[in-house]
């Protein structure tokens, strides 16, 4: 008799496990569901984070494109500037030469007419070599007004070829820069492109191990909750004939 209540105990025993089982089993299948809900969720987050960033990347890449092309606009600008200020200076300095000739006949004539002047027996033949005196000497100002002119272009002229000089090594110069860092911004979004590539083939195959994981899941919940209730089934008959017997 002591033989059966121990049996009979360990029976509920068990029983009590196979509730407790059971009620872990419950819902069993939708907390892998609400996992695999969180994981694709963050996957998705993921993939919207590095489509922004290759996005940022790709307005990065044309901008300085942009500017790339800007500063060859102007380095080529500047050196056509360059090549035309230099002749115009070559020209400038030419006629520059041929005025100041000009004024040193002019000079000589009046030094040659001034001593001419000093010589003349008439007061006709003084009035008319100091009207030529006169006319000539209109000329050398007039030669000499465009001579300080030519002088203060060349200057002018210098000074632009002299920036001219500077600014165009310096242009060249942020140009190289901002063509590594071209470089460097096409590298880093073939880079991100590659990831998101790489992401999305891994988000495929984990949302195909998923669905699969989850049918599995809910097949398992579906055969252990029938074959616990059929074994606590069991485990009732059992009982029943125990208590059967020791009230016999």
């Known amino acids: 008799m002591p033989k059966v209540n121990v049996s009979r105990d360990a029976l509920v025993k068990v029983k009590s496990a196979l509730n407790d089982y059971n009620i872990d089993l419950l819902g069993f299948s939708a907390r892998i569901q609400q996992c695999s809900a969180g994981i694709s969720k963050s996957c998705s987050d993921a993939m919207k984070k590095i489509t922004g960033e290759i996005k940022d990347a790709e307005q990065k890449v ?3 494109k942009k500017e790339i092309d800007e500063l060859t606009e102007k380095i080529s600008e500047l050196t056509q500037e360059k090549e035309q200020k230099e002749k ?5 300095k030419k006629q520059l030469e041929e005025m100041q000739r000009q004024a ?14 000093s010589m003349a027996k008439t007061a006709e033949a ?3 070599i100091q009207k030529e005196i006169s ?3 209109q000329q050398l100002s ?3 007004q465009q001579i300080s002119q030519m002088q203060n272009k ?8 002299s920036q001219l000089s500077k600014e165009i090594p310096e242009t060249k110069h942020e140009k190289s820069k901002k063509e590594d860092e071209l470089r460097e911004a096409q590298r880093r979004l073939e880079m991100l492109k590659n990831k998101k590539e790489r992401m999305k ?3 495929n195959k984990l949302n195909t191990n998923s669905e699969g994981l989850l049918r599995a899941s809910k097949s398992f919940e579906s055969r252990a909750t029938s074959q616990t209730e059929k074994t606590s089934s069991c485990i009732d008959k059992c009982m029943d004939s125990i208590d059967e017997y020791l009230s016999s």
Do not use: F, K, V
């Open 88 to 92: 115009e200076l070559i020209d400038s």
């Open 62 to 64: 044309a901008e300085l």
């Open 126 to 128: 003084r009035a008319l």
């Open 142 to 144: 007039m030669i000499e």
């Open 154 to 161: 060349i200057r002018q002229l210098e000074a632009r070829l």
């Open 201 to 203: 083939s891994a988000l």
């Open 135 to 137: 006319q000539l000497r």
């Open 104 to 117: 040193e006949i002019l000079r000589a004539q009046i030094a040659q007419l001034e001593q001419q002047l």
